[in-house]
């Protein structure tokens, strides 16, 4: 759900399933982005209906060209809480410095995760349902106060490491992350493994298929002394229309928190830039807390 930038391009239709279309800051080379996103959900555990913000942000980016193949380049991004009136200024989702050249690029900050773009990112293509496996293990999608190496294509594979510093003010401190994928024709892999601090390491595997009018997804996640399992998606792309249907299942270690899920999903592009959505997750098991229980999210995306 929270993506920099998806492109679904089958069948002649594109499909945009993310943030931004970047606007330039006239004469600064800088560009300012944003998704505003909102939805009412409707949770049959709370019988209620509720207005929520969903997953807001606004940022900043560019580069520079330094000359000789090399380049430096900067991203700082926060949410933005469209459903309260007072504080609507959130956490820091990414802020970065970096440098890139032929060799790849190295950057310092709360920068990507490789984990989650070598594998959580596979079975996270919805708005707001998606992936729930992958969220209950806590795989991570941004990690703060680290360095993080990115790799040029290497004819097809792509590798990303990342280290994070001590500090007594993470909760994982020390953690490192290793994320590789690999694409050949239509077919794109990916491992990814995180050395948590805590000794509860992560491991995953993914896979991605895209075919003629569809896509196929799968992620795979283990974290030790906590549990496994997949998060799975088929998409078909329809003209301006997007229908997916996810599957999830987590088998607990302690044997307490087992949950299989159903979600379905519909998206509308009314714009390159403006789309709605319809979400339904129904579980059997306990997710989040809450037992055998469903949910509904109707919602609006305005990007720019």
């Given at each position: 759900?929270k ?12 499909m945009t399933s993310?943030t931004v279309?970047a606007v330039?800051?006239a004469d ?7 998704s ?6 409707h949770a049959?555990?709370a ?7 969903a997953?807001?942000?606004i ?7 330094l000359?000789?193949g090399l380049?430096a ?5 926060v949410a933005?809480n469209?459903d ?6 959130g956490d820091?989702r990414?802020?970065?410095l970096?440098?890139s050249?032929?060799w790849g690029a190295i950057s310092?900050g ?5 984990f989650y773009?070598?594998?959580g990112?596979?079975?996270?293509y919805?708005?707001?349902?998606s992936a ?8 991570g999608?941004r ?6 190496y990115?790799?040029p ?5 792509k590798?990303?490491a990342?280290?994070q510093i ?12 290793l994320?590789a994928n690999?694409s050949?024709?239509?077919?794109t892999?990916?491992?990814a ?9 992560i491991y995953?595997?993914s896979?991605?298929?895209?075919g ?10 283990d ?6 399992g997949?998060?799975a998606l088929i ?5 301006k229309?997007l229908y997916?249907?996810g599957?999830?299942s987590l088998d ?8 299989d899920a159903?979600?379905l999903?519909?998206?509308r ?6 789309l709605?959505?319809v979400?339904?997750m129904?579980?059997d098991g ?5 037992e ?5 999210h ?6 720019f």
């Open positions: 759900m993506k920099q930038l998806i492109c679904l391009a089958l069948a002649g239709t594109a993310t279309q330039e800051i600064t080379g800088i560009d300012f982005y944003g505003l996103r909102i939805m009412l959900e049959e555990y019988d209620d209906t509720e207005y929520k913000d997953s807001s942000r940022g900043l980016k560019g580069e520079r060209d000359g000789e380049k380049f900067a991203k700082y991004e933005v469209l309260n009136e007072g504080d609507s200024i820091m990414y802020g970065y970096g440098l050249g032929d310092g709360k920068v990507a995760s490789p773009d070598a594998v990112y596979y079975g996270d919805m708005w707001w349902d729930p496996v992958y969220y209950t293990l806590d795989g999608s990690i703060g106060q680290s360095a993080l990115e790799s294509d290497l004819a097809g594979l590798l990303k990342l280290v001590d500090d007594d003010d993470n909760d994982d401190e020390g953690q490192h992350q994320g690999y050949i024709g239509n077919l892999l990916g491992a493994y995180t050395d948590a601090a805590n000794d509860k390491d995953g595997l896979a991605s298929y895209s003629n009018g569809f896509y196929i997804n799968g992620a795979w996640i974290r030790d002394d906590t549990g496994s997949i998060d998409g078909v792309p329809s003209g229309n997916t249907l599957l999830s607990d270690d302690a044997g307490t928190d087992d949950f159903v979600i999903a519909f998206q592009s009314l714009h390159r830039d403006v709605v959505w979400e339904a129904a579980w306990t997710l989040y807390g809450i055998d229980s469903n949910v509904v109707v919602g609006m995306n305005f990007n």
